[in-house]
């Protein structure tokens, strides 16, 4: 703006020292030829003409030059009252920063994400603010910020509230100029964070189904069927401990147990859990009519392992049974280290673990041997061929060479909207937009032979839709061809 009026007024001067001299120089040739012997009142009037000629001169730039000082400070007004109401507005903590790294302003926002009120903030170095969790072991959101490690951040307001997680970012305002201030911007990704965690524990709970629904048709012996059941629970379904147990119903003594607490080895029941089980008692009978006991949290007084250290590891339970004939019962405990980790979602798995677990003790009861030769590989493939169809969330196989669809699910029919038919046509670049078919080719080629969790893709159904979908993978033998199983779910988008 300032060379723009230094411009002007070169401008301006400019003309008026032309307009001047060519007046002086062109008025007194015209008055000397004109009038030879004219006095000085002639040379008066031709200063006064000059002086009303070069005054309305300048008159009509500086005006021209006024109004659009006007009209362009109007707009910066109006520019500035508009950016200040979004950024009081809009749900984006916004933190304004000198060049010292002082708080100089908050919006609204940025208040609610801190607990802490403007006048309180203001003169507060970015670095004392704190972060209740991060990527990293730093405990500052001003070196988080200058490092660019945000991804995880997580704020723990003043006033005691639970952390929410936040995507940061920071900007100069001038770049290298002496002075310059920052702009932080904080946006609150808590609920996604939360359904992303919570997808993550879904699909791990259906991978602890499926090699569970495997390992237990598979396995010789109660013990080693327990000991690899709940080894499963915490490698492959990431409970924090798991709890099994075999009994006839004659008392604890009848009892063959095994628990299994993350990265340690299996160890006999500790009796605060067999307590929970209530071998003598009503509650086993209860789970075996197929109801899920769930305890949302483990330290709420008044239980029998309310005070017990080994409990205290683990924030939540659920527990399941079933029995078979000749009243030996199978009972499997699950533990998580979150309070109330076992919502509906996780409660429809347990569901099915427990119809997996059901059909293995029925198996028990009957010829292992002619079980294991002639009809477990016929039920296990029934039972993972229903789990796949029936499952809630779209999923599908596809051939690893060609990409096109070997199989997919009701819930993917449902959700894409072609027929199963048109599935088994297509490949899986034809539900991909056109600028992510190459970065899908590079991900197969660099699929391994294991579980995968792919990150967020852009997915497209018959209608045209693009919507963002997680996807989980798990490469799997489908009749003699290298294919891979797909999970994916929608997620809403973050903006």
Same mark, same amino acid.
């Given at each position: 703006?300032?060379f723009k009026?230094?411009r002007e007024?070169?401008r301006?001067a400019?003309i008026y020292?032309?307009?001047?001299?060519?007046?002086i120089?062109v008025?007194d040739a015209v008055?000397?030829?004109?009038f030879?012997?004219?006095?000085?009142?002639l040379?008066?009037?031709?200063g006064?003409?000059?002086v009303?000629?070069?005054?309305s001169?300048?008159?009509v730039?500086v005006?021209?030059w006024?109004?659009?000082i006007r009209?362009e400070?109007r $707009?910066a007004?109006s520019?500035e009252?508009m950016?200040?109401?979004?950024?009081?507005?809009?749900p984006?903590?916004v933190v304004?920063l000198?060049?010292d790294?002082?708080i100089?302003f908050?919006n609204?926002?940025?208040e609610e994400?801190f607990g802490?009120?403007?006048?309180?903030?203001?003169g507060l170095?970015?670095?004392?603010?704190?972060?209740a969790?991060?990527?990293?072991e730093?405990?500052?959101?001003?070196?988080?910020l200058c490092?660019g490690?945000?991804e995880?951040?997580?704020?723990?307001a003043?006033?005691g509230r639970i952390a929410?997680?936040?995507f940061?970012?920071a900007?100069?305002?001038e770049?290298?100029?002496?002075?310059?201030?920052?702009?932080?911007?904080?946006?609150?990704?808590t609920?996604a964070?939360?359904?992303r965690e919570?997808?993550?524990?879904?699909a791990?709970?259906?991978r602890f189904l499926?090699?569970?629904?495997v390992?237990m048709v598979?396995?010789?012996?109660r013990?080693?069927?327990l000991?690899?059941?709940?080894?499963l629970?915490?490698d492959?379904?990431?409970?924090?401990?798991?709890?099994?147990?075999?009994?006839?119903g004659?008392?604890?003594e009848?009892v063959d147990?095994v628990?299994?607490?993350?990265h340690?080895?299996?160890?006999?029941?500790?009796p605060?859990?067999?307590?929970?089980f209530?071998v003598?008692?009503e509650?086993?009978?209860t789970m075996?009519e197929?109801e899920i006991?769930?305890?949302p949290?483990?330290?709420?007084a008044?239980?029998?392992?309310s005070?017990s250290?080994?409990?205290?590891r683990h924030?939540s339970?659920?527990s399941m049974a079933?029995?078979?004939?000749?009243?030996?019962?199978?009972?499997?405990?699950?533990?998580?280290?979150?309070?109330?980790?076992f919502?509906?979602d996780?409660?429809?798995?347990?569901?099915?673990?427990?119809?997996?677990l059901?059909?293995?003790v029925?198996?028990?009861?009957l010829?292992?041997?002619r079980?294991?030769?002639?009809?477990?590989?016929?039920?296990?493939?029934?039972s993972?061929?229903?789990?796949f169809?029936?499952?809630?969330q779209p999923?599908?196989v596809y051939d690893?060479?060609?990409?096109?669809?070997?199989a997919?699910?009701?819930a993917?029919v449902a959700?894409?909207?072609?027929?199963?038919?048109?599935?088994l046509?297509?490949?899986?670049?034809?539900?991909?937009?056109p600028?992510?078919?190459g970065?899908?080719?590079?991900?197969v080629?660099?699929?391994s032979?294991?579980?995968e969790?792919a990150g967020?893709?852009? $997915?497209?159904?018959?209608?045209?839709?693009h919507?963002?979908?997680?996807v989980?993978s798990?490469?799997?033998?489908w009749n003699?061809?290298?294919a891979e199983?797909?999970?994916?779910?929608?997620?809403?988008r973050?903006?």
């Amino acid at each position: 703006m300032r060379f723009k009026k230094g411009r002007e007024a070169t401008r301006v001067a400019a003309i008026y020292v032309l307009a001047a001299g060519v007046w002086i120089l062109v008025s007194d040739a015209v008055v000397g030829w004109l009038f030879p012997a004219a006095d000085n009142a002639l040379q008066t009037i031709k200063g006064l003409l000059f002086v009303g000629v070069t005054a309305s001169t300048l008159w009509v730039l500086v005006d021209r030059w006024s109004r659009r000082i006007r009209v362009e400070a109007r $707009h910066a007004a109006s520019a500035e009252q508009m950016l200040s109401q979004v950024v009081r507005t809009v749900p984006v903590g916004v933190v304004l920063l000198n060049d010292d790294a002082a708080i100089t302003f908050m919006n609204p926002a940025a208040e609610e994400l801190f607990g802490i009120a403007t006048s309180d903030a203001v003169g507060l170095r970015i670095e004392e603010l704190p972060v209740a969790e991060g990527p990293t072991e730093r405990v500052s959101i001003g070196e988080l910020l200058c490092t660019g490690e945000t991804e995880g951040l997580k704020l723990r307001a003043a006033d005691g509230r639970i952390a929410r997680a936040v995507f940061a970012r920071a900007a100069e305002v001038e770049p290298g100029q002496p002075g310059s201030g920052w702009v932080v911007a904080l946006t609150d990704v808590t609920d996604a964070s939360e359904a992303r965690e919570r997808a993550l524990r879904l699909a791990r709970g259906y991978r602890f189904l499926s090699e569970a629904s495997v390992a237990m048709v598979r396995r010789d012996g109660r013990h080693a069927m327990l000991e690899e059941l709940c080894r499963l629970a915490v490698d492959k379904g990431g409970y924090s401990g798991a709890c099994a147990i075999f009994m006839d119903g004659k008392g604890e003594e009848s009892v063959d147990g095994v628990y299994l607490r993350a990265h340690q080895s299996p160890s006999a029941v500790p009796p605060e859990l067999m307590t929970a089980f209530d071998v003598n008692g009503e509650l086993v009978h209860t789970m075996v009519e197929g109801e899920i006991l769930v305890w949302p949290d483990l330290s709420e007084a008044g239980q029998p392992w309310s005070e017990s250290p080994e409990v205290a590891r683990h924030g939540s339970a659920a527990s399941m049974a079933v029995s078979e004939p000749g009243g030996i019962v199978c009972a499997l405990m699950l533990l998580d280290r979150e309070v109330g980790a076992f919502d509906a979602d996780q409660l429809a798995v347990l569901k099915l673990v427990r119809s997996t677990l059901a059909f293995a003790v029925e198996r028990g009861a009957l010829d292992r041997q002619r079980l294991m030769a002639e009809d477990a590989l016929e039920r296990s493939e029934r039972s993972y061929r229903e789990l796949f169809e029936k499952h809630p969330q779209p999923m599908w196989v596809y051939d690893l060479e060609t990409l096109g669809y070997l199989a997919v699910n009701d819930a993917a029919v449902a959700k894409y909207g072609w027929s199963r038919d048109e599935f088994l046509s297509m490949t899986i670049a034809d539900i991909r937009p056109p600028d992510e078919v190459g970065l899908l080719k590079d991900n197969v080629r660099r699929v391994s032979e294991e579980y995968e969790d792919a990150g967020i893709w852009t $997915h497209i159904d018959k209608s045209g839709r693009h919507f963002p979908v997680h996807v989980f993978s798990h490469t799997i033998d489908w009749n003699g061809r290298a294919a891979e199983l797909v999970l994916v779910q929608e997620v809403a988008r973050v903006s």
